[in-house]
């Protein structure tokens, strides 16, 4: 349509048919456009296929320049379904196959060939790249000469969200293969890892960790990706699994470092801070073959290791070691050495040991350790899928002050002992001490009881399942002998008889620091019965054959009743002459 200065025009197309890279699609056009002597007025331009919807409107200024120093301003609206031209790209451009739906709004302004504004928003939902899931992407950005400005990004998924700021891509000329570079400041709150992994096809890896963090990252990004990030990683709720149980549990650990981003892996390398412990790490995680990483400290203490292998750990150490794994199995080896170290309530003095885990196994190669003077050596194993233990180990000297500390936090000697002896243990069965099978056996030589020395003292014990058995247990002083005998139970009940024969008061060091010339005979007996923290006692004592300065003295007897709420005995003293009874 011709008016006096402008021309108005308007075509449409329907449906048509056309290729492209030989494929074949259907699309519709419209155009709306006006021509007068200054500019060219676009009132609408549509183009549409099944993959495309694009809408335009604006205008050429200075008509009479439009080839030579073209000055226009337009806005676009453009949506996209890249699982239809994801493979057109790909074939033409070379990118990644692409997937998800895209939403572009923008506005260019060009004045003589110069740019003055081309601002988009752009709108990413279900997006993947090359098979990896990213999910949805929020940006604002610019359009320079050889770059896409873009100062903010939002991308948002099932593992968490991503903020990138003052984000520039820039175009390289890669041999007429399209080619980017980013440079960007990444900020995330919380992303799993875990999920990321998943997200990423690849697999189910056994490292869950969720991560906040703070990096600047630049470097090649496509064809071929090579970023590397600096800054802070803080990690939460770290978790290394394996068999059905965890392998390493941290509740809260910071990294400073370095992260190299290819497209077959990712690695690292950093400092690291978990609690008041400090260490290293570095590693890599190889998106077909697994994960390792590496790591050491010279001090770290295991209140600040929230789990290790389900075993309960206390004490400073010294490590290093490393982790390995797939989507499919994880082990790790690491050595260490202990100071003040307890395990599953065993204390183990200063140790070490080369630690590995492989195939729901975890094993001490051996365990060496010092409790005071006292030396040990054991090899341990932990079935973590059986949630069993199997231990082998012995004592070759002894002090027996450090053999009960190894014990205190499950039984507290009432007297005093010394001693130097030697002791074997064998044990097996379920993680709880109350339910193992074992064999325990102990020699003690030129100690003392409760003041009393003795000659020699054996101990042999045997439990299965639990349920103890007393095989030998005597001490010795010249004459006379102590016998303990009994049994006790999973349940913590323990029935035992401790039988005291030919004691002689002479030779007795606690009889002959009272200071007065005594002899004579003493035998008793003690029975123990019920819970190991709440026994009844009953103890039964005879003194016969007693002299006192060379003066005979009759006979006595003792007996004494105990339990936790209350004690009552009674006593006939010098052959009956004088009878008592008690109660408290």
Request: some cysteine; overall charge neutral; aromatic content about 8%.
């Amino acid at each position: 349509k011709n008016g006096k200065n402008h021309v108005l025009a308007q075509a449409k197309i329907k449906s048509a048919k056309s290729t492209l890279q030989g494929h074949p699609f259907d699309l519709k056009l419209q155009v709306l456009a006006e021509l007068n002597r200054k500019e060219l007025i676009i009132s609408n331009f549509a183009f549409h296929t099944p993959s495309i919807d694009l809408q335009m409107e604006g205008r050429f200024k200075e008509i009479s320049n439009i080839f030579i120093k073209p000055s226009l301003k337009m806005d676009l609206n453009l949506k996209v379904d890249l699982s239809k031209v994801g493979a057109l790209l790909f074939n033409w451009l070379k990118t990644p196959i692409l997937t998800g739906f895209l939403h572009l709004k923008g506005q260019v302004e060009l004045e003589a060939s110069n740019w003055i504004s081309q601002n988009f928003d752009l709108i990413g939902t279900q997006l993947s790249i090359a098979g990896s899931q990213v999910g949805d992407i929020k940006i604002k950005g610019q359009i320079g000469k050889d770059r896409l400005i873009l100062p903010e990004i939002e991308m948002g998924n099932h593992a968490g969200k991503i903020f990138l700021t003052k984000t520039e891509i820039q175009f390289l000329d890669n041999s007429n293969e399209l080619g980017f570079s980013v440079q960007s400041h990444l900020k995330s709150d919380q992303i799993s890892l875990h999920k990321l992994f998943e997200l990423l096809n690849l697999g189910n890896i056994p490292v869950f960790l969720d991560l906040a963090s703070d990096l600047d990252c630049t470097g090649p990004l496509w064809p071929t990706t090579d970023i590397k990030c600096n800054g802070v990683v803080n990690g939460n709720n770290l978790r290394i699994t394996g068999d059905g149980g965890n392998i390493v549990k941290l509740d809260q650990m910071q990294a400073n470092g370095e992260v190299e981003i290819t497209q077959n892996l990712t690695a690292y390398k950093a400092q690291l801070q978990l609690g008041d412990s400090k260490g290293e790490s570095s590693g890599v995680i190889d998106y077909k073959e697994g994960f390792k990483i590496s790591f050491s400290s010279p001090e770290v203490d295991f209140k600040n290791v929230q789990n290790l292998a389900d075993l309960k750990i206390e004490g400073v150490t010294k490590l290093s070691g490393s982790t390995e794994g797939d989507s499919n199995k994880a082990v790790f080896s690491i050595a260490f050495d202990g100071k003040n170290v307890h395990f599953q309530d065993f204390f183990l003095g200063d140790c070490n040991s080369s630690l590995s885990y492989a195939k729901g196994l975890l094993s001490f190669n051996p365990l060496k350790g010092i409790v005071g003077i006292s030396e040990y050596q054991a090899k341990v194993s932990v079935d973590l899928r059986e949630k069993r233990i199997a231990a082998e180990g012995k004592l070759a000297k002894f002090e027996t002050p450090d053999l009960l500390k190894i014990f205190s936090r499950m039984y507290q000697s009432p007297i005093e002992m010394t001693g130097v002896g030697t002791a074997y243990l064998k044990a097996s069965g379920p993680l709880k001490l109350g339910a193992l099978t074992y064999d325990l056996s102990a020699q003690i030589r030129n100690g003392s009881a409760a003041g009393e020395f003795f000659e020699r003292a054996e101990l042999e014990l045997s439990a299965v399942d639990g349920e103890v058995q007393i095989q030998k247990a005597r001490l010795l002083k010249k004459n006379s002998s102590i016998v303990l005998s009994g049994e006790g139970h999973p349940n913590g009940n323990i029935k035992a008889t401790i039988e005291g024969k030919n004691f002689l008061l002479e030779e007795s060091e606690n009889v002959n620091r009272l200071g007065t010339t005594l002899a004579g005979l003493f035998n008793f007996t003690l029975t123990l019965d019920g819970p190991i923290l709440a026994q009844e006692a009953m103890f039964q004592g005879k003194f016969s054959n007693i002299f006192i300065e060379d003066i005979e003295v009759p006979a006595s007897q003792v007996m004494l009743k105990l339990n936790r709420s209350s004690i009552e005995g009674s006593a006939q003293l010098i052959g009956n002459r004088l009878k008592t009874e008690f109660q408290w």
